[in-house]
Nanobody, 125 residues
C-alpha cells in the first residue's frame, strides 16, 4: 500500500502564489505517476497536472497551463504543486494521487490507485 499526505493549502488573494506538497510513504517503489486533481463544490474532480517517473515528463490540465508547475523530490518521495497567478476559480480541494502503471490516460481520476485526503485552497477576489 501507498499512503499520500498533502499539505500547504490555505487562503490566498487572487494573483498570489501557493505551494502544495504531497508526501508518499509505504510501497513507493510501485509508483510510476503522481498527479494532482482538484474538486470544487458541485463540480467533477478535475485533472491539474502530473509527473511521470519514466522520462520525467509533466502534463497539465488546460485551465492551469502556464500557471501551475508539478515537480518532485525523489529523495523525499514528495511531489509539489507550485501555483502562481491564482484566480478565484482555482478554489477547490486539491488531491494528490498516484498510480502504479504509466499506461493509459493521465487525466481520468478513475485510473489512479492511491489518493490523499485532500487540502483546501481558497482564493479570494
Amino acid at each position: 500500500q501507498v499512503q499520500l499526505v498533502e499539505s500547504g493549502g490555505g487562503l490566498v488573494q487572487a494573483g498570489g502564489s501557493l505551494r502544495l506538497s504531497c508526501a508518499a510513504s509505504g510501497r513507493t517503489f510501485n509508483i510510476r505517476v503522481m498527479a494532482w486533481f482538484r474538486q470544487a463544490p458541485g463540480k467533477e474532480r478535475e485533472f491539474v497536472g502530473c509527473s511521470t517517473w519514466s522520462g520525467g515528463r509533466e502534463h497539465y490540465g488546460d485551465s492551469v497551463k502556464g500557471r501551475f508547475t508539478v515537480s518532485r523530490d525523489d529523495a523525499k518521495n514528495t511531489v509539489y504543486l507550485q501555483m502562481v497567478s491564482l484566480k478565484p476559480e482555482d478554489t477547490a480541494v486539491y488531491y494528490c494521487a498516484a498510480k502504479r502503471y504509466d499506461t493509459g490516460s493521465y487525466y481520468r481520476y478513475s485510473v489512479y490507485d492511491y489518493w490523499g485526503q485532500g487540502t483546501q485552497v481558497t482564493v479570494s477576489s
